[in-house]
């Protein structure tokens, strides 16, 4: 079992519409958990830490469900802009190493006007 | 402030040759990392390194790869003997360094290796 695994999509949504994302880990004794973007051919960016509360950042809301070891993803009124790949991102808890990001394979979503 | 900066941005080696990809911290940051997303692939961490020390090279390939991070200059990854399966993306990222918690990476744009 892969240790984070996304749903690749694609998926195309019209602009306005509301779409989710689901990310599952292998590893319970996860530390730290984000979403992050990354545009065709770009360095992967920073979109959300996600927190076990669930936080909101505008039109994003991130969830984390640690008993299902599972965080989603959710955006709200998409835009063209939106169009992306999304990363779902966790820091393992392995020996003291609170660095090492562990990248899922990511979800692209296409915003159609 | 200026971010994280990788140079060359494209690199084209042909099988057995050198490849050097630098990288330059955001400023203040003392912390860099290397991160390989090969083609159809998430990215994958090689190697955190601070000033003269690599501090975890878990991710690198046991041949062939080497990472330093000198008192002066840029952050260097050397990949030697470049082999048609090396083709990636290399991504470099740098933190201020871990305080309590999570220290957020901060990525540079990442140079393509294409290897022919």
């Known amino acids: 079992r892969k240790e984070v695994e996304q749903d690749p999509g694609p998926f195309n949504v019209p602009e306005g519409a509301t779409v989710a994302f689901n990310c599952t880990y292998s590893n319970s004794a996860s530390q730290s958990f984000f979403w992050y973007r990354q545009d065709c051919r770009k360095e992967p960016k920073l979109l959300m830490s996600?927190?076990?509360s669930g936080n909101e950042d505008g039109r994003f809301t991130a969830q984390l469900n640690r008993a299902s070891q599972y965080i989603s993803l959710l955006i709200r009124d998409s835009k063209l802009s939106d169009s992306a790949t999304y990363l779902c991102?966790?820091?393992?808890?392995?020996?003291?190493?609170?660095?090492?990001?562990?990248f899922g394979k990511g979800t692209l979503l296409t915003v159609n006007p | 402030n200026a971010g994280v900066m990788q140079n060359p941005r494209h690199l084209v080696r042909r099988r057995g040759q050198e490849a050097r990809l630098r990288c330059s911290p955001m400023?203040?940051?003392?912390?860099v990392y290397w991160y390989r997303q090969l083609p159809e692939e998430g990215l994958k961490f090689m190697v955190y390194?601070?000033?003269?020390?690599?501090?975890?090279e878990s991710g690198m390939p046991k041949e062939r790869f080497s990472a330093e991070f000198p008192k002066e200059g840029p952050s260097i990854l050397r990949i030697q003997q470049v082999v048609r399966g090396d083709s990636a993306a290399y991504f470099c990222a740098s933190s201020p360094g871990p305080r309590e918690g999570t220290d957020t990476q901060y990525f540079g744009p990442g140079t393509r290796l294409t290897v022919l």
């Open positions: 996600v927190y076990s």
């Open positions: 991102v966790v820091i393992f808890n392995s020996g003291g190493s609170n660095y090492k990001l562990t």
């Open positions: 390194l601070q000033k003269e020390n690599i501090i975890d």
């Open positions: 400023k203040g940051h003392s912390h």
